[in-house]
């Protein structure tokens, strides 16, 4: 079944430069980019974005983090999109997460973890709709699609 979800490439991966190598990843995979943006992200947005966390003590740190510098907003589209892109993303703390994965090749510390990724169908529909505006999401057709899974039936 295709899929969209959500993928924010985190302030420290921007600054580390590391955002055409994390989204390459996922062009890799077969995945379709469907919205694309940088954004400076305010206050309002990091904790309408966090809110499942408000009470959390962590909270106000996840907000002070993701509004420290520019990050890159993605929709991705694709057969099983948002269990593909949560393995890819690998475990939340990064000690954990395995070799292969981004967090497990490319961070060190859960505070610093590079990117989010949409954990379910429910939170993908409502983080997209949080980042992007119905009309910056682009549907499209690729040629390549028939080579990746196959004629549609």
């Known amino acids: 079944m295709t899929e969209r979800t959500l993928v924010l490439v985190k302030p420290d991966a ?16 077969g995945l379709k980019i469907v919205g694309l943006k940088l954004v400076q992200v ?4 990091a904790e309408r ?7 959390r003590p ?3 740190g996840l907000v002070a983090f ?9 929709a991705l589209e694709g057969p099983g999109a948002i269990a593909m892109v949560r393995a890819m993303v690998g ?3 990064p000690p954990e ?15 610093q973890n590079l990117i989010h990724a949409s954990d379910a169908p429910e939170t993908a529909i409502a983080e997209l709709a949080l980042w992007f ?10 040629d390549l699609d028939r080579w990746l899974v196959g004629p549609s039936t």
């Not at 997460?97 to 505070?111: K, V, W």
């Open 42 to 45: 305010d206050r309002d947005l």
């Open 91 to 93: 475990a939340t703390r």
């Open 66 to 74: 993701i509004t420290s510098g520019p990050l890159v907003a993605a």
């Open 14 to 29: 921007v600054q580390r430069l590391l955002v055409g190598r994390i989204l390459g990843r996922f062009e890799e995979r």
């Open 97 to 111: 997460a395995a070799p292969g994965t981004i967090r497990g090749d490319l961070a060190i510390e859960t505070g």
């Open 133 to 142: 505006r119905p009309e910056e999401l682009v549907a499209y057709g690729r």
């Open 49 to 55: 974005h966090y809110a499942v966390h408000r009470d």
């Open 58 to 60: 962590f909270f106000p």
